[in-house]
């Protein structure tokens, strides 16, 4: 396959020719996002998994999910309301509330393997969360990387010892921020089709 910078012919792996061939990622949105961003992130995860992805609109009942002693909504009963994907397809929902799961102070996402499905927040991916200017490049990469790491649980991938690796485990922002949206080249054989 030719790199569409170069023209260099580059090796395509047994992964991205099944990915390119079988795999559909749909990424549902829970509550109001802008049009601009999902289009963006649409774009970024689909060259990062050699894919067609798709943008749904789900009317989940976030106030369901809510806590209001943690002003927050509780992530693994929304990831719940997605249901479960279809053998060929991943599904992750996307939702701009503070998420957490219990013994956390909050979590950017959740994936689980079984049903094919993940959630990310991009509430505290933002530079205004923190008071300061807002970068929406920077906000982009975030989610990207974020969306990316829960897709990769989806596909049988565990947390990864690489700091660079998307597949890090991020226990803050600057662990996401120093990390890559790719995987590391131990991770990217292990995805499981």
């Given at each position: 396959?030719?790199?569409?910078?170069?023209?260099?012919?580059?090796?395509?792996?047994?992964?991205?020719?099944?990915?390119?061939?079988?795999?559909?990622?749909?990424?549902?949105?829970?509550?109001?996002?802008?049009?601009?961003?999902?289009?963006?992130?649409?774009?970024?995860?689909?060259?990062?998994?050699?894919?067609?992805?798709?943008?749904?609109?789900?009317?989940?009942?976030?106030?369901q999910a809510y806590d209001p002693e943690r002003?927050?909504?509780?992530?693994?009963?929304?990831?719940?309301?997605?249901?479960k994907s279809e053998r060929e397809q991943r599904i992750?929902?996307?939702?701009?509330?503070?998420?957490?799961?219990?013994?956390?102070?909050?979590?950017?996402?959740?994936a689980d393997a079984v049903s094919g499905t993940a959630i990310v927040s991009l509430y505290r991916l933002r530079q205004e969360y923190y008071g300061l200017a807002p970068d929406d490049a920077l906000f982009l990469e975030r989610a990207t990387k974020e969306i990316v790491h829960e897709l990769g649980h989806t596909f049988g991938l565990k947390h990864c010892s690489n700091n660079k690796c998307v597949m890090h485990f991020s226990n803050s922002l600057a662990d996401t921020d120093f990390k890559e949206a790719y995987f590391c080249p131990e991770c990217r054989p292990k995805i499981i089709l």
């Amino acid at each position: 396959m030719p790199c569409s910078t170069c023209g260099k012919i580059l090796k395509v792996t047994r992964w991205e020719s099944q990915a390119k061939n079988q795999v559909k990622i749909t990424l549902k949105l829970l509550g109001n996002i802008a049009e601009e961003i999902t289009e963006k992130l649409k774009g970024s995860v689909g060259v990062i998994f050699h894919c067609p992805v798709e943008i749904k609109v789900n009317f989940s009942d976030l106030a369901q999910a809510y806590d209001p002693e943690r002003r927050q909504y509780f992530s693994s009963k929304l990831l719940a309301s997605l249901g479960k994907s279809e053998r060929e397809q991943r599904i992750v929902g996307i939702a701009d509330v503070d998420l957490y799961v219990p013994r956390l102070n909050f979590v950017f996402g959740e994936a689980d393997a079984v049903s094919g499905t993940a959630i990310v927040s991009l509430y505290r991916l933002r530079q205004e969360y923190y008071g300061l200017a807002p970068d929406d490049a920077l906000f982009l990469e975030r989610a990207t990387k974020e969306i990316v790491h829960e897709l990769g649980h989806t596909f049988g991938l565990k947390h990864c010892s690489n700091n660079k690796c998307v597949m890090h485990f991020s226990n803050s922002l600057a662990d996401t921020d120093f990390k890559e949206a790719y995987f590391c080249p131990e991770c990217r054989p292990k995805i499981i089709l």
